[in-house]
């Protein structure tokens, strides 16, 4: 298991509720996702898959890329492919604004 | 069809279809950050809800809570903090429902049973578990949901023989070992557990219902399981809870059906009687030595029981002996078996019918159990319902007011303890270092886990719960007494005199203040060990409302 911080600037919209989605199984990961406290976007990560840390940061960027948002992220991974990564933030951000 | 499939809903959502729509409300939900602490030292990323989802509403607009795990995560298995978020929760139904304000409990299983990883923090969880069965299901009904792709196994299936209703589909499954356990403690030639069809053929919920195990077999459609779970409980909750004898006390029909069925000729050719009939029995040496009834032997069954009378006090000693000559191969060894767990309730009950209107006597588990017996003749016949009996008799004695201590003289491990030890006010234990407590053996762990045996050794060092000795589960506040007693060699007449006094101290002390295993939660040692299991009954207690 590791763990990664990583820090984006805040974008213009505030997410509005606290949304879990998604589970911990193999291939799966659970997004909690909840109102930014300060001026960044702050992201945790805890994944089962080690050594893969610039991958996230490329993934998150994309992310706050694609969405002008401002939002805590915690993220607990069971081994997802980048595609379901996205698709779970993205499903998460729907469902909070 | 009608509805979604149910099967394929994850946790939360299963919970939300079952109760009344737009009354689903979740109590300490993912952000309240009840995570397993155990897991992560671990290397293994934790859920946020550690894989169990509590909620609360209504169904048929009566107050109803609907606990439902995860099979996704870890298996559905249960850890510390999901075990505490379950024993917790039905806790408050049943304090709510004790004073005139029922609140109908529903469990949605899809659980492989105790976490392995938080073993012994696993086991205690699950004894509260059982105790809140067997009194909750007094007051409302507790209906059991065996609905998904994991199915319902270990000390769960314990659980949910336990249950007034169990509710099952074509997918669900249930049984005490599940297939992979059996394979590796009793070889391939026992069960294969990549045969696919003859695990449903023997555990699938068609066949339980059948053999009359579970009550309601339904298409996998959300609406039409919500329907019948609402429509039993509208049923249930207008008529006397005396009505219906739960599966748990039909003891002698099922004692019988056992006597009844022939045990697969495969597995008698592949296990024949061995040569030896003498048997070492720790359990047996102390029984024998408490009791004084040196005249009884193996042979005479596998399950012993003794009246004795210490001062004023009448006990019935009761223990589980290995039984070479045993007519079910795979509980030879002192297992707790299809038989020896009905035996057990058997005990129980004559007991607690002969002391009807009077003092009470105490019942005393020695326990020296290597293990629930791994074979598939005791799943084909049910022997989750046979450890649930045990379970059930126990926990129902000791709320009667019968005394109930156990004394662990050897081995304590998994569903065996569960059945024979668990339920009782207090624990005593001999401080004797070759005594081990524990979930499975190292060796299913191994395959279970992924692990190697070096890593699971390592492992106990640093996660005490994993840890096999007496004082490593002492260490968790759950044994009320270490007794020190040089047991090297032979029990000499100071020790036994010494135990004895021991259990006396624990009977006078239960009877002035009458003990549950949740009470163990109480302890210095738990306080600091099981930190997490009060944590989550607080921050349950505070949201429940």
């Known amino acids: 298991m590791e763990t990664l911080n990583f820090n984006f600037p805040a974008g213009s919209q505030q997410v509005l509720r606290k949304v879990q989605v998604g589970i911990v199984a193999s291939g799966n990961l659970e997004v909690l996702l909840e109102p930014a406290a300060n001026v960044y976007s702050q992201v945790r990560i805890r994944t089962s898959a080690s050594g893969y840390g610039e991958t996230w940061k490329a993934l998150l960027q994309v992310f706050f890329e694609r969405h002008d948002v401002a939002a805590c992220i915690e993220i607990n991974d069971s081994g997802a492919s980048p595609p379901v990564v996205l698709l779970r933030l993205e499903q998460a951000l729907e469902e909070s604004l | ?545």
């Open chain 2, 1 to 545: 069809m009608k509805g979604k499939s149910f099967c394929e809903q994850n946790a939360r959502e299963r919970a939300r279809v079952l109760l009344d729509h737009g009354t689903f409300r979740e109590l300490l939900d993912p952000f309240a950050r009840l995570e397993s602490p155990h897991l992560p030292p671990q290397g293994i990323v934790p859920q946020s809800d550690d894989g169990v989802v509590v909620a609360r509403g209504t169904i048929r607009a009566k107050e109803a809570l609907v606990v439902s795990i995860e099979g996704g995560f870890q298996g559905g298995s249960i850890g510390e903090v999901g075990g505490a978020k379950i024993a917790g929760a039905l806790e408050m139904a049943l304090r709510d429902s004790a004073r005139g304000r029922p609140v109908i409990s529903v469990l949605v299983l899809d659980t492989g049973g105790i976490r392995l990883q938080e073993a012994n923090l696993g086991i205690l969880a699950l004894s509260e578990i059982h105790a809140a069965i067997v009194e909750l299901r007094e007051y409302v009904p507790v209906v059991g949901v065996i609905a998904g792709k994991i199915g319902c196994f270990g000390g769960m299936g314990i659980a949910a023989a336990l249950c007034s209703l169990l509710v099952g589909t074509e997918i669900g499954r249930l049984g005490l070992n599940g297939p992979e356990v059996i394979e590796q403690e009793a070889g391939i030639a026992e069960f294969d557990a990549t045969d696919r069809q003859l695990i449903w053929k023997i555990m699938g919920c068609r066949r339980r219902m059948e053999i009359g195990q579970i009550d309601l077999l339904v298409q996998d459609s959300d609406t039409v399981l919500a329907e019948a779970i609402a429509e039993y409980c509208e049923k249930t909750l207008l008529e006397p809870a005396e009505a219906r004898v739960p599966r748990t006390r039909q003891i002698e029909s099922q004692l019988k059906k056992i006597s009844d069925y022939p045990i697969l000729p495969r597995i008698l050719e592949n296990t024949a009687l061995p040569a030896r009939t003498s048997v070492h029995s720790r359990g047996l040496l102390w029984f024998q030595a408490l009791t004084g009834n040196s005249a009884v032997t193996p042979g005479a069954g596998a399950v012993l029981a003794s009246d004795v009378q210490w001062g004023g006090e009448t006990v019935r000693a009761i223990v589980v002996v290995p039984n070479p000559v045993k007519r079910f191969p795979r509980a030879r060894d002192g297992q707790v078996g299809i038989e020896e767990g009905w035996e057990i309730a058997r005990l129980v009950r004559e007991a607690m019918t002969a002391d009807e209107g009077r003092e009470k006597r105490t019942l005393l588990a020695i326990v020296d159990v290597p293990g629930q017996a791994f074979g598939i003749n005791e799943e084909i016949l049910g022997l989750h319902l046979s450890l649930a009996a045990a379970v059930d008799a126990y926990a129902t004695a000791r709320r009667a007011g019968h005394p109930t201590v156990a004394l662990i003289v050897g081995k304590a491990i998994s569903g065996a303890f569960l059945a024979h030890g668990l339920q009782c006010g207090q624990i005593l234990a001999l401080n004797d270092e070759n005594i081990e407590v524990h979930v499975m053996s190292e060796a299913s762990v191994a395959r279970i886990t992924r692990r190697s045996p070096e890593e699971i050794t390592s492992l106990a060092r640093l996660v005490r719960a994993t840890a096999r000795g007496i004082r490593s589960f002492a260490s968790l506040g759950a044994v009320d007494q270490l007794v020190n007693c040089d047991h090297s060699h032979s029990i000499d007449a100071y020790c036994v005199a010494n135990v004895r006094s021991k259990i006396l101290q624990a009977i006078g002390e239960i009877r002035l203040f009458p003990r549950e295993p949740k009470m163990r939660l109480d302890s210095p040692a738990s306080q600091e060990s099981r930190k997490m299991s009060s944590v989550v009954r607080k921050a349950l207690e505070a949201e429940w409302g």
